[in-house]
C-alpha cells in the first residue's frame, strides 16, 4: 500500500511505495492509462505484444521505483524536495525513456496530474485549445526539450497547485 509523510511536516511531502505490491499495482495503473490514452487518442499503436508489453512494464517500474521506494537507504523524501519534483522526475524519465511507441508525452502528463490529484495536491493550468497558449502543452514540451530544468518544471506544478482542493468547488 502507498504511504505517505506525515502532511503536517511538508504538506507536498514525496509518497513513498512500502511494499512491492503497492510498485505493482501503480506499475499496472499506468499500463492502463496508457492503453486508454492511446484508444481514446487514436493513435497509430495497439496494444503491445507479449513481449513488449512485459518489457514496457518492466520500465515503467523501474522509473516507478527510483521515484517511490527506497533506493541504497534513501527514501523519497531523502531524494525529492516534494512530490512535485517526484513526478516531474518520473515524467522525464518516462518521456526521455521513450518506454512506448507511441503517446510517452501524455502518458507521463496524465500520471503526473493523477498523482497530485491523489495525493491532494491538485494542479490546474492554462488548457487553451491553442498549443502556444496551453500551460499543459508548454510544460511537457519543456521536458522533453530540456528548456527547463527539472526544478523549474516542477516549480510551475506548483504554481498550478489548487489551494483548497478538498473543497468540491476547486475541483
Known amino acids: 500500500m502507498m504511504t505517505v509523510a506525515p502532511r503536517r511536516a511538508h ?4 509518497l513513498m511505495l512500502d511494499d512491492t505490491g503497492s ?15 492511446m484508444k481514446v487518442g487514436r493513435c497509430y499503436t495497439t496494444d503491445a505484444t507479449c513481449d513488449r ?10 522509473v516507478l521505483a527510483g ?11 531523502d531524494r525529492f524536495a516534494d512530490i512535485f519534483d517526484q513526478v516531474t522526475y518520473v515524467a522525464e524519465h ?16 496524465v500520471f503526473a496530474l493523477s498523482v497530485l490529484r491523489l495525493a491532494g495536491s491538485p494542479v490546474v ?8 497558449d496551453n500551460q499543459y ?11 527547463r530544468t527539472n526544478s523549474g518544471l516542477a516549480e510551475g506544478l506548483r504554481r498550478g497547485y489548487v489551494a483548497g482542493a478538498g473543497d ?4
Request: glycine share 4%.
Open 11 to 14: 504538506p507536498f511531502a514525496p
Open 23 to 37: 510498485l505493482e499495482a501503480m506499475a499496472a495503473a499506468v499500463m492502463r492509462l496508457h492503453s486508454t490514452l
Open 53 to 62: 508489453a512485459a518489457l514496457e512494464l518492466g520500465r515503467v517500474e523501474s
Open 67 to 77: 521515484a517511490f521506494c527506497t533506493i541504497f537507504g534513501q527514501s523519497p523524501a
Open 94 to 109: 518516462m518521456v526521455k525513456d521513450h518506454i512506448f511507441e507511441d503517446g510517452n508525452k501524455r502518458t507521463s502528463l
Open 125 to 132: 493550468l492554462s488548457d487553451s485549445p491553442e498549443p502556444k
Open 137 to 147: 502543452y508548454a510544460w511537457i514540451q519543456d521536458l522533453v526539450s530540456s528548456r
Open 168 to 171: 468540491p468547488s476547486h475541483v
